[in-house]
């Protein structure tokens, strides 16, 4: 019990339904339109880990977790994926979301979750939680173009559906997320439920998903999953391919699957939401500006709990030592960590010794991934230190391939 009245605790199977409807008062949907939310919920969401704040007998915030493991730069760390955040506007700037967040992260802690990670719908909140943005995404449109991938030798590319999707997918995905930080485990429910079942209300007018695959030697190799939207502009066509996602293994499998979208009849415009900062779609084609870039926003936020678990967890691009401050925004004094890098395997202690680098948990989040260089973050005042120091960090939290976060979750 908190003093004034406001209690945290888990949700019942009994309150699910309205636990739903704060969802929906929150982010403004009617939950008319989408039948089976409250099915996919009981199916996906683990109660024990499902907070919400009651005034009384009245729900007045929801907080929900779900256990995943993330893939880091070489390995993968265990996460607490913070999701379905929310408090009602009569309770606002009452401490309950800040109560609900402590609650994740003690639970997270219990579970044994070196980091914690969310798709923010406010970029506002989180960061003075210590959640930094550790990955990016790209809008990325491409016009349909006789010359995409022109001398290359592509892969086989096959079209599933529903069924055949749900059994090739999820393989794919994994050893896609063996490559690419960011990436998150994906249960066979949430395949079943988010991925492959489709949902009318997520259409707006397009086809359902079509799903392609990319095979070599017989050998999948990555997957696109899209919808088609047709449109004539003046008589002639006019439609748009929506990317929804897109795995590929190597540069060959990216190439061939955007040689697909570019050349489907009737749609020549191909238009991808969430595309990786490092997406090589520019580079296939013979006139690069049929390919452009967007708006780039956040989309992965960390917040590092474990510090000696989650640096151990990556591996790094070189070897070195560094002493790293890190402390919670507004809190007490930083706890010192040396992190000692041989063979590209992180060893991470506390120490006593002086620091090399200063930073609280947002900006540890935030260069975790390899997304952004510390010298950056010391640019903006987020990481103090040396420049020497800084030199060395650059080195170590680089990555070759960049963090991206496939879907909202």
Avoid at 192 to 218: E, K, L, V
Avoid at 248 to 274: G, I, K, Q, S, Y
């Amino acid at each position: 019990m908190i003093d004034d009245g406001l209690v945290i605790r888990a949700v019942t199977e009994d309150e699910l339904a309205a636990f739903r409807g704060c969802l929906a008062e929150a982010f403004g949907v009617d939950p008319t339109g989408d039948p089976d939310g409250l099915s996919r919920m009981r199916t996906l969401l683990d109660r024990s880990r499902s907070y919400c704040a009651f005034d009384g007998a009245r729900m007045v915030g929801t907080c929900a977790t779900w256990t995943m493991e993330l893939a880091v730069c070489g390995g993968v760390v265990p996460m607490a994926g913070l999701t379905m955040v929310t408090v009602r506007p009569t309770h606002r700037r009452r401490g309950v979301l800040r109560r609900m967040i402590a609650a994740h992260l003690d639970d997270a802690a219990a579970h044994g979750e070196p980091v914690s990670g969310l798709w923010a719908s406010d970029a506002l909140i989180y960061g003075r939680f210590g959640y930094g943005v550790a990955a990016e995404g790209d809008e990325v449109t491409a016009g349909a173009d006789d010359g995409f991938a022109r001398g290359r030798v592509l892969d086989d590319i096959e079209l599933l559906d529903d069924d055949e999707a749900a059994r090739a997918l999820p393989a794919i995905y994994r050893a896609g997320m063996a490559r690419r930080p960011g990436m998150f485990s994906r249960t066979e429910a949430w395949w079943r439920t988010r991925r492959i079942a489709d949902r009318p209300d997520y259409r707006r007018g397009r086809s359902p998903r079509r799903h392609a695959i990319a095979s070599r030697a017989g050998a999948a190799t990555g997957y696109v999953v899209y919808r088609q939207q047709l449109g004539f502009t003046d008589g002639r066509p006019a439609g748009t391919v929506d990317v929804e996602e897109l795995v590929a293994h190597d540069a060959t499998a990216e190439a061939t699957l955007w040689h697909h979208v570019t050349h489907l009849d009737l749609f020549p415009r191909v238009a991808w939401w969430n595309a990786p900062t490092d997406c090589l779609a520019p580079l296939f084609t013979d006139d690069r500006r049929r390919v452009a870039r967007g708006r780039r926003a956040d989309t992965l936020w960390l917040r590092v709990g474990d510090v000696a678990a989650a640096l151990a967890a990556r591996r790094y691009a070189d070897d070195g030592a560094l002493n790293l401050a890190v402390g919670d925004v507004g809190a007490g004094p930083a706890t010192t960590w040396r992190l000692t890098v041989d063979g590209g395997r992180g060893r991470c202690e506390p120490t006593d010794a002086a620091p090399d680098l200063t930073l609280d948990r947002a900006a540890l989040g935030a260069i975790y991934l390899g997304g952004t260089r510390p010298s950056l973050l010391a640019g903006a005042g987020a990481i103090r230190g040396a420049a020497a120091a800084l030199v060395v960090a650059d080195r170590l939290f680089a990555w070759p391939i960049a963090p991206w976060c496939p879907e909202i979750f």
